[in-house]
């Protein structure tokens, strides 16, 4: 019988939960919180409670909180647009540990205050001044920010999607967090997105229609009038040690004088050159993968299958017979965002990494033989490299999705050791290493491209 003098309504535990009315009555019907009905509600103990909560290891989404410790490293650091804080976790890896998250999205936010309830977390950073944000992540007054990194959301900028840039309410965010750039004026700036940021059409200055690459245009713009010298590029993460085919532009912006050299290769396809060989699904599963871990996944439902059975793998949709292409691309089947991630099968041997663009990719005939099922979650976390005690958090697909959009934790150690070599004085030879199978990627080849296409269109 519960106690009568410490009951909570459905509202009540609800609010305490953050979550729904309905979420709280399921919960009660399928006997997972225990609760009796009087009257026309239903009441529960805070006993109870507190008991579910345990029981389950239910992370409630936190509040926007100070960061909870006065110390202050050698290198002061912020984070913006955090996810499941895989770019966090590279960039600790490599020496650079944030002092503040910023993440909009509740099962993200759970997820970084599960493993770092320490940091400074605030939500939409819209909502927040510069001088606010450095009271949250409690940096005395004087004390000079070194770095600010983050990836603001790139679907305004993917080939995948509408490309609205700037026009679109998440490219008005990648302004706003230029202007936190502007104000708090970090001694370096790491911006990453995806590889659609070089190619976005935007109108640039005098040119009447958008033009491709305008939107970055506009973005090197804002960071040369602030004061930083910019240097990118399109980078693989296998190059950097991932078990995976990942291309991710990052830029790094110096303040002042002098570029930051390009990140510094440790793998290639092959293993020549004194580099290692790239690293496979294999070396992922072995590595980071405990033998005896509780997979978590969704099943792929049986008319996914039907053409799933028939790829080998490495293959995708155009291995299919042509007659099962239009049928299956019908059915709207597409992972990885577009026609070149749909239906592929992840390499287990080498020299192929595995190739991860949607947490949905089939993995039959690989770890699981026997099992026609996606990856699980834990296999993606160490695909992506999230140490084993990482909690990722929310439901299924909020995991997933955490773990798809996270920056793989190798490219974040690459970019850590970048900076903290040039903040020591060191400087990495430019090569001509091909970072990606694209051209025109890095800012001087880039630039020159662009002055190129805008002549062209002046003259129209």
Wanted: proline letters at 5%; one cysteine or more; hydrophobic letters at 35%.
């Amino acid at each position: 019988m519960i106690d009568t003098n410490n009951l909570l309504t459905a509202g009540e535990v609800a609010k305490k939960l953050k979550v729904t009315v309905q979420s709280v009555r399921l919960l009660i019907k399928n006997g997972m919180l225990n609760a009796e009905r009087v009257g026309n509600q239903w009441l529960t103990s805070i006993e109870d409670l507190n008991e579910y909560i345990e029981k389950n290891d239910v992370v409630i989404e936190p509040d926007d909180h100070e960061r909870l410790s006065d110390d202050i490293p050698e290198i002061v650091a912020l984070s913006f647009f955090s996810g499941a804080m895989g770019l966090d976790i590279g960039m600790k890896n490599g020496g650079i540990d944030a002092l503040l998250a910023c993440e909009f999205n509740k099962a993200c936010r759970m997820t970084i205050a599960k493993n770092k309830p320490e940091i400074g977390l605030i939500g939409d950073i819209t909502d927040f001044t510069a001088e606010e944000i450095l009271k949250m992540a409690k940096i005395p007054e004087r004390r000079k920010v070194d770095v600010i990194f983050g990836g603001p959301p790139c679907q305004a900028f993917s080939t995948a999607g509408n490309r609205k840039a700037f026009d679109d309410e998440r490219g008005n965010v990648f302004l706003k967090y230029l202007s936190i750039i502007s104000e708090i004026k970090p001694t370096y700036v790491v911006i990453e997105n995806v590889r659609g940021l070089l190619s976005t059409p935007f109108k640039y200055k005098d040119i009447e229609e958008p033009i491709k690459g305008g939107a970055m245009m506009i973005i090197l713009d804002k960071l040369k009038e602030i004061g930083y010298t910019v240097s990118f590029n399109l980078y693989n993460a296998a190059y950097f040690g991932a078990p995976q085919i990942r291309e991710r532009v990052v830029i790094i912006g110096k303040l002042g004088g002098g570029k930051v050299s390009y990140l510094q290769p440790t793998h290639n396809e092959e293993g020549t050159d004194g580099l290692k060989a790239w690293r496979t699904l294999r070396d992922a599963f072995d590595d980071n993968l405990p033998m005896n871990v509780e997979h978590h996944f969704i099943e792929f439902p049986e008319k996914r299958l039907k053409y799933y059975r028939i790829l080998k793998e490495g293959q995708y949709w155009k291995d299919l017979p042509l007659d099962l292409q239009k049928e299956a691309l019908g059915k709207s089947f597409y992972l990885g965002g577009g026609k070149t991630g749909f239906l592929r099968r992840l390499s287990y041997s080498r020299p192929s990494p595995t190739l991860v663009t949607n947490p949905t990719m089939p993995a039959t005939d690989l770890a699981h033989p026997t099992e026609d099922r996606p990856l699980s979650v834990e296999e993606y976390k160490s695909i992506q490299e999230f140490p084993e005690s990482w909690k990722v958090c929310g439901g299924i697909l909020d995991q997933y999705k955490q773990i798809g959009n996270a920056v793989p934790v190798k490219l974040g150690e690459a970019i850590a050791k970048t900076i903290i070599d040039d903040m020591n004085g060191i400087k990495y030879e430019n090569t001509g290493f091909s970072y990606s199978r694209y051209k025109n990627t890095d800012e001087i080849s880039w630039m020159q491209f662009m002055k190129k296409e805008m002549e062209k269109s002046r003259k129209k």
